[in-house]
């Protein structure tokens, strides 16, 4: 009776890898490339539009041709074609990527693997004022080097604490392998960033070894707010090495659980730029972390246009994701002290409907020495969607999250204000150990791809948030709102993509905003998203 219940459990873990037919096999495998602009369009085969498509160099067949994950003559697997698609879909040279399966012959499933590229070289300003505050950067950037699909950037920029001068090289594929670099050098008004990361990342849940190798230098000053103003600086000297490499236990086309063992190195030195009653920096640090993380992964994907990037195709993750990871710093390697590093993820999306979806993550982390838990941290955040709502086009957001941390490290605190979605208060207007935010956000696709070139999108907004205080209980009636318009606008041929944002919002509360009450903000990205706002500027043990 053992055995038998044994080989049911076998066959029901195994089955899934076995799913797609046994009886089809891939035929012709065909790439279909186009330019920025189709010319086989009569209304984009006239200039500008085909001077631009002479200005940029194409997406070579063989970059496309790599990332296909079967070849002819295998076993069909309709999970690999959906995967091919979504990996295509995450270069950003690439404005679309569709993978077409075609059955003209009994048993023969012919491929035709689309994609249509991006523009990828920006030599442009971009300007931003959040919480009345104003930056502004300059950027130098090729996205699809001789259209091989490596990066190089150079950015100057003035955000809302410093200057920073950078420059970055990406390459997905480091001579034709699996592996990527990505390496970036940022010279600040206040000091310097160096991170180097060389890895190979998973592809497909059946990846059999990924791996990652990262250095990283962080030399600069870091500030303590206090109602919206900079009330302390510290330096924080910063040096850390990352080495991981992982396997999976299991894997196939439905779902994977991974292994992954790592070594960490830390040093951290932090040194007070002045004297301030009542701040003090954070006590140095080395650690010395030998960690195991457990990662189970379910393929199970929704994509949907006419969510944040207008008519560009979006994966989102409905499947289940857990993520556990538990470090041991140990002295007699060099460590502090010793002590557990500790953290987990899980992360699960919901289908309520054809076009309405919500995406739920929780997660945690903690540090577990001799005198017990510290730098304790444990947040949720969920974002609901809906699609046309009442009108064609139409997108309702609602993002919710909540984050309280405990013991926190000297020099670290959770933040909220209009830079990270209370968009009538001021820059980091609200600190303390316990957030609570709340968007509502109606974006109306109005316009779509206007001259080839922009899309549109008038909205209304609610804003409601606050941090408190260790001290200070939780009240809903602390709550501080604003409500707003705004409009989006997106270059939907560009790389880069962005979501260029107008807002116009007005607090109903008078702590932590501006005499009037108005505030007009603008700059990149969407005012909210999936992570948490507070809880993501604090340093977790495992980002540092």
Do not use: C
């Not at 035929?27 to 602009?37: D, L, Q, S």
């Not at 950003?92 to 993978?99: C, N, Q, R």
Request: glycine share 8%; hydrophobic share 40%.
């Amino acid at each position: 009776m053992l055995k038998s219940r044994l080989l049911v459990f076998l066959l029901v873990l195994l089955a899934p890898g076995f799913l797609h037919s046994q009886n089809e096999r891939v035929g012709t495998v065909t790439v279909v490339r186009k330019n920025v602009f189709d010319v086989a369009d009569p209304a984009e085969d006239h200039v500008p539009y085909t001077w631009v498509n002479k200005l940029h160099i194409m997406t070579r067949a063989s970059v496309i041709e790599r990332e296909v994950l079967f070849k002819s003559g295998e076993l069909f697997d309709p999970y690999l074609v959906a995967q091919t698609e979504r990996n295509l879909r995450g270069y950003v040279f690439l404005k679309s990527a569709a993978v077409e399966v075609r059955r003209d012959i009994p048993g023969i499933v012919d491929v035709d693997v689309r994609t249509q590229d991006s523009w990828t070289t920006d030599i442009l300003p971009s300007f931003g004022r959040v919480g009345g505050r104003s930056t502004w950067s300059m950027h130098m950037r090729e996205r699809n080097i001789l259209g091989l699909g490596k990066t190089v950037e150079l950015i100057y920029s003035k955000n809302l604490e410093r200057t920073d001068k950078s420059i970055r090289y990406i390459d997905p594929r480091l001579a034709g392998t699996r592996l990527l670099l990505d390496v970036i050098h940022e010279n600040l008004s206040d000091g310097s960033i160096d991170r180097g990361t060389l890895g190979i990342p998973k592809y497909t849940l059946m990846t059999p070894f990924s791996m990652k190798l990262q250095g990283r230098r962080v030399i600069a000053d870091e500030r303590m707010y206090q109602a919206g103003d900079v009330a302390y600086r510290f330096h924080r000297h910063m040096e850390s090495f990352l080495f991981q490499a992982g396997q999976p236990l299991h894997a196939s086309s439905v779902h994977a659980f991974d292994m992954v063992l790592g070594y960490r190195a830390l040093n951290a030195v932090y040194t007070s730029t002045h004297s301030v009653a009542g701040y003090a920096p954070p006590q140095d640090r080395r650690r010395r972390v030998v960690e195991i993380v457990l990662d189970y992964t379910e393929a199970d994907y929704v994509k949907e246009d006419f969510i944040s990037r207008f008519d560009r195709v979006e994966d989102f993750l409905m499947g289940t994701r857990l993520s556990l990871d538990l470090g041991r710093s140990v002295r007699r390697l060099g460590s502090t002290r010793d002590e557990y590093v500790m953290g987990a993820i899980l992360g699960r999306g919901l289908r309520l409907g054809e076009d309405s979806f919500v995406i739920a993550q929780a997660r945690a982390a903690a540090i577990r020495s001799v005198s017990g838990f510290e730098d304790v941290i444990h947040a949720f955040s969920a974002n609901f969607y809906a699609k046309n709502v009442l009108i064609e086009r139409n997108t309702f957001v609602i993002h919710g999250e909540a984050a309280r941390s405990y013991r926190l490290s000297s020099g670290q605190q959770m933040l909220l204000g209009a830079n990270s979605g209370l968009r009538g208060y001021r820059f980091n207007a609200f600190s303390g150990t316990k957030s609570l935010l709340f968007n509502v956000e109606s974006r109306w696709f109005a316009v779509n791809d206007f001259l080839r070139v922009v899309s549109m999108a008038p909205i209304v907004f609610w804003d409601g948030g606050y941090v408190w205080p260790q001290e200070r209980v939780f009240g809903i009636s602390d709550l501080r709102q604003d409500v707003g318009v705004g409009l989006r606008f997106g270059f939907t041929r560009s790389a880069t993509n962005p979501v260029v944002r107008f807002d116009l919002s007005y607090a109903l509360n008078n702590e932590g905003t501006s005499d009037s009450h108005w505030l007009f903000s603008f700059g990149l990205k969407h005012a909210f998203g999936g992570e948490t706002n507070a809880a993501g500027n604090v340093f977790l043990p495992y980002d540092e």
